[in-house]
């Protein structure tokens, strides 16, 4: 009986930890879609990092990312965007993409 008691608990120590992998409150991460729109968004505010020591950027990395985005604006697309249409995320093929 010992032995059987003590093999159960045995496999339930070592089963535990695979079932408890899931995130706490039941949710998936972010979808590709909205990792795909923040790095967009990033880009437009100036606040990518190309460098991986410049995290997070400093304030003249900022300035000059804005400046150069500033230059690649279409000019249909009015004085300020909040979101240029350029960054704009692509859908990924398969899902009505290009």
């Known amino acids: 009986m ?3 008691l003590i093999s159960t608990l045995m496999t339930a120590l070592v089963c535990g930890p695979v079932f ?3 995130s706490k409150d039941g949710t998936q991460g972010r979808t590709r879609a909205e990792v795909k729109e923040e790095l967009a ?3 437009h ?6 460098k991986n020591n410049e ?3 400093g304030e ?3 300035q000059r990312a804005q400046r150069d985005h500033a230059t ?3 000019p249909n697309e009015g004085p300020k965007p909040e979101f240029d249409e350029h960054d704009k995320a692509g859908k ?3 899902q009505g993409g290009k």
């Open 2 to 4: 010992k032995k059987v």
């Open 20 to 22: 408890a992998q899931g």
């Open 41 to 43: 968004k990033s880009k």
């Open 45 to 50: 505010d100036g606040t990518q990092t190309i």
């Open 55 to 57: 995290y997070p950027p």
């Open 60 to 62: 003249q990395t900022v």
């Open 72 to 74: 690649h604006k279409h």
């Open 92 to 94: 990924p093929k398969g």
